[in-house]
């Protein structure tokens, strides 16, 4: 059975996406631009949940790095300037943009735990799924997997329930979801794909 991949969260906000991604066409910015500013939001993201604990300002960043992700590559399409360089540089800050947002976790709940685990170790956890779910698709992809956007846990998804538990001030409730969405994802991909590598 393949679980859909229609259900993206990044459809939801495919036009509010296309209307800043062309405003900033417009003005000249280049996607590279804004590949480098959703790490800039993802460093605003730490500051925000280490330094004033405040697990709404935290999401609302969150969301922000998320957002611009879609952005840019909406720009480079715009103005038809994709290119390899500027995917690799996204795929570079993506995991980069997920390693800070996660750290903050940990840095601000240092002593906390979550059903008797600690913060530190669903972090952990939480990290290795999210490498796992990108990396099993860009490794099926080289060995000539097809249909490589499938499963529900998508970095926008993971992303977007990481944001709504902050807003509710749930955030380590959230760090248990996206971890088990997490490695779900790669558990799942890992399988969908192997049928299709020979």
Not at 2 to 17: C, D, E, M, Q, T
Not at 40 to 54: E, N
Not at 107 to 122: H, Q, R, T
């Given at each position: 059975?393949?679980?859909?991949?229609?259900?993206?969260?990044?459809?939801?906000?495919?036009?509010p996406i296309l209307v800043v991604a062309?405003?900033?066409?417009?003005?000249?910015?280049r996607p590279i631009t804004i590949t480098?500013?959703?790490?800039?939001?993802?460093?605003?993201?730490?500051?925000?949940?280490?330094?004033?604990?405040?697990?709404?300002?935290?999401?609302?960043?969150?969301?922000?790095?998320?957002?611009?992700?879609?952005?840019?590559?909406?720009?480079?399409?715009?103005?038809?300037?994709?290119?390899?360089?500027?995917?690799?540089?996204?795929?570079?800050?993506?995991?980069?943009?997920?390693?800070?947002?996660?750290?903050?976790?940990?840095?601000?709940?240092?002593?906390?735990?979550?059903?008797?685990?600690?913060?530190?170790?669903?972090?952990?956890?939480?990290?290795?799924?999210?490498?796992?779910?990108?990396y099993s698709r860009s490794r099926a992809?080289?060995?000539?997997?097809?249909?490589?956007?499938?499963?529900?846990?998508?970095?926008?998804?993971?992303?977007?329930?990481?944001?709504?538990?902050?807003?509710?001030?749930?955030?380590?409730?959230?760090?248990?979801?996206?971890?088990?969405?997490?490695?779900?994802?790669?558990?799942?991909?890992?399988?969908?794909?192997?049928?299709?590598?020979?």
């Amino acid at each position: 059975m393949k679980l859909p991949s229609k259900l993206r969260a990044r459809r939801v906000f495919k036009g509010p996406i296309l209307v800043v991604a062309r405003a900033l066409s417009s003005a000249g910015v280049r996607p590279i631009t804004i590949t480098y500013f959703s790490i800039l939001l993802s460093l605003s993201a730490f500051l925000a949940l280490v330094v004033t604990h405040s697990e709404p300002l935290y999401g609302i960043l969150v969301f922000l790095v998320g957002f611009f992700d879609g952005v840019d590559g909406a720009v480079a399409r715009i103005r038809e300037m994709s290119s390899q360089q500027g995917a690799f540089a996204d795929s570079i800050t993506d995991k980069v943009s997920e390693f800070v947002i996660l750290m903050a976790i940990i840095i601000a709940y240092p002593a906390a735990s979550v059903f008797s685990l600690s913060v530190n170790l669903w972090v952990i956890v939480c990290m290795f799924g999210w490498i796992m779910t990108s990396y099993s698709r860009s490794r099926a992809e080289t060995l000539g997997a097809n249909d490589l956007d499938i499963g529900l846990g998508g970095r926008s998804e993971r992303l977007l329930i990481l944001v709504i538990m902050s807003l509710a001030s749930m955030l380590l409730l959230g760090l248990v979801i996206v971890t088990f969405v997490g490695v779900l994802t790669a558990a799942y991909r890992f399988v969908h794909y192997s049928r299709q590598i020979y």
